[in-house]
């Protein structure tokens, strides 16, 4: 089995793992002005998708260009997160030569998808002796539909068709995707572990320890009730895709009753349709039912913006999205809040707003008197969770990828007795 690298690795971003230059894992873009794709453009026979955030399937339509085919498979949530990030794209850059796909490509997604439950087996073509691979989903505890992928290119066919054992491979290859090991509202961490020979493993928070999530919630919810009883706002930034319900799970628990903005509200009706993935799908259904889904029309985002309410909203790190109408809004009271909600990327308007108090407001650098405060409700797992889960593949050679500290996350596993690398980017191994 070789495998290539053409984005996410030693960096958060672009992830996109070739095998055998015939299975490509994930293809995602890295958001930035301007975005980064991988770094080059491949033709596999198919593709698997872990799950339905930009860095991992935001440049998948890029690959139906021309008369190129190759099957995407997913599971049902996954799929419809792609459309939904994808036609986001188009509106962001579809007028820009950067953006590498178009509407006629969005919609031949139709086409070639192939959509898969967790645990359930399935033949990928393509791969050694093009007897293709054995393909299996689990559940990664990430967001609703996130998967491991385990790729087992052990299979082929016989003369006659027949599913066979082939000689030319007897490798399994675990690629954890994003996952977290530790249950969140929103949905179960993983318990998957699956047999493998490689594991290509992500390493978000690989020197971070979560503080513990209760704590977290009990925290967050305090600001938000004391914000709110001196009679001020809470703007919470939130990701679309997962953390906004997640938010909206841990308000309901509270009884408090947000207002939500942005893709965030579509992306919780879509969630809706597929309570297979979640975790308590009766407490979402409570949860999206209390929630006010915002239109902004005839002024409401500045009523509500005055009006002494919860409101989530993205973008989760400032960049664009309704969240730009707010700020200004609530900036100058002392008494409003702004409570970041994930991980601020360095050069974002949030880290901005994180370190230094302050935010580019309609072409002017501008102070924040709001207060701002950062909570820990990330969807991936920490060191500790990082070094449980690979506890079971100490035999497995240890690929670490997708963070900003892979070489000495991989340095100590292999004190630690681990077969660990950090490969670089454009780097191939065989394996």
């Not at 039912?289 to 985002?301: L, W």
Request: hydrophobic residues 35%; aromatic residues 6%; glycine residues 10%.
């Amino acid at each position: 089995m070789e495998i290539e690298f053409l984005g996410g690795a030693r960096e958060v971003g672009r992830s996109a793992v070739l095998v055998d230059d015939a299975l490509l894992l994930d293809y995602g873009l890295l958001t930035g002005e301007p975005p980064q794709y991988p770094i080059r453009d491949p033709e596999p026979d198919a593709v698997v998708v872990s799950h339905g955030h930009l860095d991992h399937v935001g440049a998948v339509p890029a690959l139906l260009k021309g008369s190129r085919r190759p099957t995407v498979h997913w599971t049902p949530p996954t799929a419809e997160l792609a459309r939904t990030l994808a036609r986001d794209t188009l509106k962001l850059h579809g007028t820009s030569p950067l953006c590498p796909f178009s509407q006629e490509h969005v919609a031949r997604l139709g086409e070639v998808e192939d959509r898969h439950g967790y645990a359930e087996p399935f033949e990928v073509c393509g791969g050694p002796a093009a007897g293709g691979y054995e393909v299996t989903l689990f559940d990664a505890g990430h967001i609703p539909g996130s998967a491991h992928v385990l790729v087992d290119d052990s299979v082929g066919r016989s003369p006659t068709g027949d599913r066979t054992k082939s000689d030319n491979g007897d490798t399994r290859l675990l690629y954890t995707g994003d996952f977290h090991t530790d249950d969140q509202r929103l949905v179960s961490g993983t318990t998957a572990r699956p047999d493998a020979d490689i594991v290509i493993c992500e390493a978000t928070y690989a020197d971070v320890c979560h503080e513990d999530r209760r704590r977290v919630e009990e925290r967050w919810i305090e600001r938000v009730r004391t914000t709110m009883w001196e009679g001020g706002t809470v703007v919470a930034p939130a990701f679309a895709i997962g953390r906004t319900q997640e938010m909206l799970l841990v308000a309901d628990a509270a009884d408090l009753h947000p207002y939500v903005d942005g893709m965030g509200v579509d992306v919780t009706r879509m969630l809706r349709q597929y309570p297979t993935f979640l975790r308590d799908p009766d407490a979402f259904g409570r949860a999206t039912s209390a929630a006010r889904f915002v239109t902004g029309r005839d002024g409401q985002r500045e009523r509500i913006a005055g009006d002494n309410e919860l409101i989530v909203t993205t973008s989760g790190m400032l960049a664009g999205g309704p969240v730009r109408s707010y700020l200004p809004a609530i900036r100058a009271n002392p008494t409003n809040a702004v409570t970041l909600t994930g991980y601020q990327v360095a050069g974002t308007p949030g880290r901005e707003l994180q370190d230094h108090g302050r935010m580019e407001i309609d072409g002017r650098v501008r102070p924040v008197s709001a207060a701002v405060e950062s909570y820990d409700f990330s969807a991936h797992a920490d060191r500790g969770g990082l070094e449980s889960f690979l506890g079971d593949y100490a035999d497995a050679r240890v690929m670490i990828v997708h963070g900003d500290r892979c070489e000495p996350f991989a340095d100590d596993l292999k004190k630690a007795g681990f077969d660990a690398i950090a490969p670089e980017l454009g780097e191939r191994i065989d394996a």
